[in-house]
């Protein structure tokens, strides 16, 4: 028996961002990642029989065929199952190709295109479908079912410089209603930039959503003194409410915010802190018993580089009357998801690095609001490498609440971990090699 449960997992196989990637339903956990030539590939664990499935491919991305180019890592897979049983997934996006698709009209285009593909079966990962429901032009997707079974599906609607929007499907996925706009790219007048954004989306009580976001200030490559070209330069923090049952937004005080939201807006309205000279990676939102909303966000200096320094998790919360938080050096360089038992115990799953080059996933808690947390469960080591984390699965089993990639250096190719309560979901190993068309 092994660690991971397959082998064939590429670049960044999966990611916070692009959520969720698995989804836990009736005793079996399916799970999703980019595997061989940026594809999506589905896997599945029987919690009753210890068995695990696949993994299959479930689509064909254009990203990953050319040779020239990078692994684009924007296009990994998000994962919801319908009130039928079916299985979706979305993948395969970075803003579209202008001499494929044409013009975008909410952004701008990079590569890839976004899809949307449907198990045939319920249930049943071996055989997939592609479904023409959204434009092609997404990125970053991110899937909330709510508990009436509407299905709504957020995304950047294009590279850099796009508007993020939303869909809405009443009807298990089949078809998607037309994008709408939230948060709207912009111009800036004071510097050779434009306004971008960078949201973390996810079900909130009964009919709403929450979405933690921080700012992207994305510069002119060229053309004025100030253009700086493109660099990871994001920054400040902001909280809002959607309201599906009347269709508004609000802010944490309950205020209604004009939509598209702007900067000028969100630094008025929905401001949780600004970082300053600290850089940001946005990272996951969550609620406690009361419906407080706690907040993991990484922070640190750039460094002068295009793709930013390390960035230590800081947690930022609701008191009900103000924003606290954002305690620096309480934990570690790292990436991960956030659990709020209440407005004092709030726990952490990160994946993090240490000081010899290991890579290692853990749960660290606090049990005083935030203001110190301590490491209380290791799930996962390794030495010299470092690990991809993703959300936690939808409605995750206690043995199987997140995946992990395992960067192993020098090779664009990961080892894949479901990991638990209990560590790592083991398999045989002869069968993590295993990959169908």
């Known amino acids: 028996m092994t660690d991971h449960f397959a082998e064939n997992g590429l670049g960044n196989a999966v990611a916070v961002i692009q959520h969720p990637a698995g989804e836990h339903h009736d005793g079996i956990t399916y799970v999703s990642y980019q595997g061989p030539l940026e594809d999506p590939y589905v ?5 009753d029989t210890g068995e695990w499935f696949g993994p299959f491919k479930a689509g064909v991305s254009i990203m990953g065929k050319d040779p020239s180019r990078k ?3 924007h296009g990994k897979p998000t994962m919801i199952i319908d009130d039928a049983g079916y299985i979706h997934i979305f993948f395969g996006g970075h803003g579209g190709l202008r001499a494929l698709h044409g013009d975008n009209p909410l952004g701008n285009h990079h590569y890839g295109e976004n899809k949307h593909v449907i198990s045939k079966r319920p249930y049943d990962i071996t055989e997939w479908e592609e479904l023409d429901t959204i434009p092609p032009f997404g990125t970053y997707n991110q899937v909330v079912k709510m508990d009436n079974g509407d299905i709504y599906l957020f ?3 294009g590279a850099h410089r796009s508007d993020w929007v939303y869909h809405k499907s009443t009807n298990n996925g089949r078809t998607f209603s037309e994008p709408v706009v939230f948060l709207k790219h912009k111009r800036r007048d004071d510097l050779s930039a434009v306004d971008s954004w960078y949201p973390y989306v996810t079900k909130g ?13 994305c510069w002119d490559s060229a053309g004025a003194p100030d253009a700086r070209g493109h660099t990871a330069n994001r920054q400040d923090l902001f909280y809002m409410v959607f309201d599906t049952g009347d269709g508004n937004w609000r802010n944490v005080r309950g205020e209604e915010l004009p939509m598209p939201l702007t900067r000028e807006v969100a630094e008025a309205k929905a401001l949780v802190a600004r970082t300053g000279d600290l850089w940001t990676f946005n990272g996951s939102v969550a609620l406690d018993p009361k419906g407080r909303p706690h907040i993991g966000i990484t922070m640190g200096q750039d460094r002068g580089t295009k793709v930013g320094g390390p960035k230590e998790m800081r947690h930022y919360r609701w008191t009900g009357s103000e924003w606290v938080g954002g305690a620096p050096s309480v934990l570690p360089i790292a990436n991960g998801d956030i659990v709020a038992d209440s407005q004092q115990n709030i726990r952490f799953v990160l994946a993090s690095q240490n000081q010899k080059g290991g890579g290692t996933v853990g749960w660290w808690q606090s049990t005083d609001g935030g203001v110190s947390f301590k490491r209380t469960r290791e799930l996962l080591r390794r030495p ?4 991809a984390i993703s959300s936690f699965i939808r409605n995750a089993h206690p043995d199987a609440r997140i995946m992990v990639a ?3 250096r020098g090779t664009g190719r990961r080892n894949m971990y479901l990991l638990g309560d209990s560590g790592a979901v083991q398999r045989p190993r002869d069968e993590t090699d295993q990959t169908r068309p």
């Open 205 to 217: 009580q009964g009919d709403e959503i929450i979405v933690s976001f921080d700012y992207h200030l």
């Open 406 to 408: 395992e960067r192993l």
């Open 155 to 157: 995304y950047r609607h």
């Open 384 to 387: 010299n490498v470092s690990f």
């Open 71 to 73: 692994i684009d890592n």
């Open 43 to 47: 896997a599945s664990f029987n919690h």
